[in-house]
């Protein structure tokens, strides 16, 4: 889980003249990062559960998995959405007052706006890309901060513990033990 934080940090680093190798060597981590993540997830919320019971455990692995993928990219999404909108806002004063409220909407909002306006509107574009970057920077950096948060609940929550012993199991390890 560092290594995705990290990786969502890195993000927070990257410009429009970053080298796409870089950006690979990114996704490159991210991806052996969640790896690391996922399998093992899946392993123990399977093996948690008596095998009659795999089916269950599949079901609510799946429903966890798409309810935190829902919510992440909607609150991720919001994120960047009020980044944008704060970033572009001082510079759509001249626009009039109906067209304003629309080009601040998104990126491919300023940039249609400004595509209406012909050349005045060029003078949106450059402003409009330089606040898509710093929105998405924005929304990197709250990624890796959740991530770090993940990463602390596991560290304190979830070490590795030895199972409980079973009812019956405890006379055997006894005995086992005297002999």
């Not at 052996?32 to 692995?61: D, F, N, Y």
Request: charged share 15%; net charge negative; glycine share 10%.
């Amino acid at each position: 889980m560092l290594v995705i934080a990290a990786m969502l940090a890195a993000f927070a680093t990257l410009d429009a003249d970053t080298p796409i190798w870089i950006l690979e060597v990114i996704f490159f981590l991210m991806g052996t990062g969640m790896a690391h993540i996922m399998t093992p997830v899946s392993v123990v919320i399977m093996q948690a559960l008596p095998r009659e019971k795999a089916g269950s455990a599949s079901a609510l692995s799946n429903t966890f998995r798409q309810v935190g993928g829902a919510l992440g990219i909607a609150v991720l999404g919001s994120v960047l959405s009020t980044a944008y909108r704060t970033g572009i806002e001082d510079k759509l004063g001249p626009l009039p007052p109906a067209l304003r409220h629309t080009a601040g909407e998104s990126i491919e909002a300023t940039l249609g706006v400004a595509a209406k306006l012909g050349p005045q509107g060029k003078a949106l574009v450059t402003p409009a890309y330089d606040a898509f970057l710093h929105a998405m920077h924005i929304t990197a950096l709250w990624g890796a901060g959740v991530a770090l948060v993940g990463t602390v609940v596991v560290a304190l929550f979830l070490p590795g513990k030895q199972p409980a012993p079973q009812q019956g199991e405890e006379e055997k390890e006894l005995s086992d033990a005297r002999s």
